[in-house]
């Protein structure tokens, strides 16, 4: 593969435009943008995650994953009509979910987000995959986005729960949980 990006900067943004993988251009805050823009913003964040201190490999190599399902999600968006994501993608998510949910106990309260600094990185993904899911869906409400999209960062955000728990337990021994009573 040649160089894909070997001019940066193009000037062809500077009237409030930019393209999608298909030639196209829209408004950059156009509703498909937003929603490529958070999930973005959001790889970036693991990526962030993902090089906190002495994170579990098991986890490492999960997040790295969701990267890649990530960048596909962004090219998917980028070229209305097309498909990257497939069955296989949510599968994992859901797979990985099962398997770092069995190590944990139940969970009987809220949970504060923090509890280490992985841990805390992790649920501010999970905040993040929230606001990318609720971008895709207002895009899904103008125009034609594919379910599979939206399931997968209902998963990934349920994903990133999960691995908050596991992170604070790894980093502090437990999770900070709600105290509702401290009031009353």
């Known amino acids: 593969m040649g160089n894909?990006?070997?001019?940066?900067?193009?000037r062809t943004g500077d009237e409030g435009t930019t393209g999608l993988g298909d030639g196209s251009r829209v408004a950059k805050d156009h509703a498909r943008i937003e929603a490529i823009g958070t999930i973005d913003e959001l790889n970036s964040c693991i990526g962030l995650l993902r090089a906190a201190p002495a994170l579990p490999e098991a986890a490492?190599?999960?997040?790295?994953?969701?990267?890649?399902?990530l960048f596909d999600l962004g090219g998917e968006l980028s070229i209305p009509g097309s498909?990257?994501?497939t069955e296989a993608h949510v599968s994992a998510a859901e797979a990985d979910i099962e398997a770092?949910?069995?190590?944990?106990?139940?969970?009987?309260?809220?949970?504060?987000?923090?509890?280490?600094e992985a841990a805390a990185r992790c649920h501010l993904a999970r905040t993040?995959?929230?606001r990318a899911e609720r971008r895709c869906?207002?895009?899904?409400?103008?125009?034609?986005?594919?379910?599979?999209?939206?399931?997968?960062?209902?998963?990934?955000?349920?994903?990133?729960f999960v691995?908050?728990?596991?992170?604070?337990?790894?980093?502090?021994?437990?999770?900070?949980?709600?105290?509702r009573s401290r009031f009353g």
Do not use: M
Request: with cysteine; proline share 4%; aromatic share 6%.
């Open 128 to 130: 993040i995959a929230r």
């Open 163 to 179: 691995l908050s728990r596991l992170l604070a337990r790894h980093e502090q021994g437990s999770e900070i949980l709600w105290d």
């Open 60 to 69: 490492s190599r999960c997040l790295l994953r969701v990267q890649h399902d």
């Open 137 to 160: 869906w207002t895009l899904a409400h103008v125009e034609n986005t594919r379910s599979l999209a939206l399931i997968y960062l209902n998963r990934l955000s349920d994903l990133l």
């Open 4 to 10: 894909r990006l070997s001019k940066i900067v193009t």
């Open 100 to 116: 770092f949910n069995e190590q944990l106990p139940p969970l009987k309260e809220f949970i504060l987000p923090g509890g280490g």
């Open 83 to 85: 498909s990257l994501l």
